[in-house]
T-cell receptor
Framework: GESVGLHLPTLSVQEGDNSIINCAYS??????FIWYKQESGKGPQFIID?????DKRQGQRVTVLLNKTVKHLSLQIAATQPGDSAVYFC????????????FGSGTRLLVRP | DTGVSQDPRHKITKRGQNVTFRCDPI?????LYWYRQTLGQGPEFLTY????????KSRLLSDRFSAERPKGSFSTLEIQRTEQGDSAMYLC????????????FGPGTRLTVT
């Protein structure tokens, strides 16, 4: 069936370092991918998205990379800050058939001061 | 506050009782989504509306669950005869056209069934 998973459940980084959060997806029909950030007690917050016709997309301090060959998605956060501490989810969508998002189980990012 | 709001934020109920949650989307958003999230897991899709039409329902949405969006604005999610397995965070999101990822989430309603 459809699934979106993450390689590492917890990632600890030093403030100022770059962070890389990885995600594997299994549905080759997925053509739209999103990263969300969720802080404790809050709903997920949209970070960045990418369509399957792209390999890379950059935002403010964040970059998403998509490797369709191995069905892998990553989120890179530059100069990680304490405010980046949260759980990060990747999600996928098959845009031709539905607007529902299929989320993975999340990676917790801890930023050490 | 112009974001998605949900009410109540917390609900404790006894098994077998009915509960109803409300979601108010961002005012101009035509799509509204319900997800359920258990501890340590990502949100799971339940259902979504475009205006007042319910266009998709997950098989997770058993007969005890019903959602409405009568005037295409706010939505309610009702759970009848609650079970302990219904304990979770219920998240609402809304979007305006565009792609499916541009979903803005509310803070959620945490349900505890005792």
């Amino acid at each position: 069936g459809e699934s979106v998973g993450l390689h590492l459940p917890t990632l600890s980084v030093q403030e100022g370092d770059n962070s890389i959060i990885n995600c594997a997806y299994s549905n080759s029909a997925s053509d739209y991918f999103i990263w969300y950030k969720q802080e404790s007690g809050k709903g997920p917050q949209f970070i960045i998205d990418i369509r399957s016709n792209m390999d890379k997309r950059q935002g403010q301090r964040v970059t998403v990379l998509l490797n369709k060959t191995v069905k892998h998605l990553s989120l890179q956060i530059a100069a990680t800050q304490p405010g980046d501490s949260a759980v990060y989810f990747c999600a996928e969508n098959i845009s031709d058939s539905s607007y529902k998002l299929i989320f993975g189980s999340g990676t917790r990012l801890l930023v050490r001061p | 506050d112009t974001g998605v709001s949900q009410d109540p934020r917390h609900k404790i109920t006894k098994r077998g009782q009915n509960v109803t949650f409300r979601c108010d989307p961002i005012s101009e958003h035509n799509r509204l989504y319900w997800y359920r999230q258990t501890l340590g897991q990502g949100p799971e899709f339940l259902t979504y509306f475009q205006n007042e039409a319910q266009l998709e329902k997950s098989r997770l949405l058993s007969d005890r669950f019903s959602a409405e969006r009568p005037k295409g604005s706010f939505s309610t999610l009702e759970i009848q005869r609650t079970e302990q397995g219904d304990s979770a965070m219920y998240l609402c999101a809304s979007s305006l056209g565009g792609g499916p990822g541009e979903q803005y989430f509310g803070p959620g309603t945490r349900l505890t069934v005792t």
